[in-house]
């Protein structure tokens, strides 16, 4: 017998943790419709409820953006280099 995992996709998690959290059914229930174990669905339950507050947080989208606007910056400095080296190699012919 082969002792191959099952990889579940997040899409699968999630919607087995808001099933839980819902609370309509059982974890018992659950288990057996979904066919995964019981301890499962309590911990990916449990990582649902510790980030869902991320999904509202603005500062960790602003904290992306900041990043993205840095390195632009940077690229746009190291174009402005280049084409300085560019220019100034233009100007002498025999290098």
């Known amino acids: ?15 087995v943790a808001l099933a839980a959290i819902r609370g309509e059914e ?3 229930q659950l288990a057996a419709r979904y066919e995964v174990h019981p301890t499962m669905i309590n911990s990916w339950k449990k990582q649902l409820e510790e980030s869902a507050a991320g999904v509202f947080d603005s500062s960790r989208n602003g904290s992306k ?9 940077e690229l746009y400095r190291h174009i402005g280099q280049l084409k300085v080296e560019r220019d100034f190699l233009a100007k002498r012919p025999g290098i």
Request: a positive charge; charged letters at 35%; proline letters at 0%.
């Open 65 to 73: 953006e900041k990043k993205t606007e840095e390195t632009l910056a």
């Open 1 to 15: 017998m082969s002792n191959i995992r099952k990889q579940h996709t997040s899409i699968f998690k999630a919607k």
């Open 26 to 28: 059982t974890t018992a």
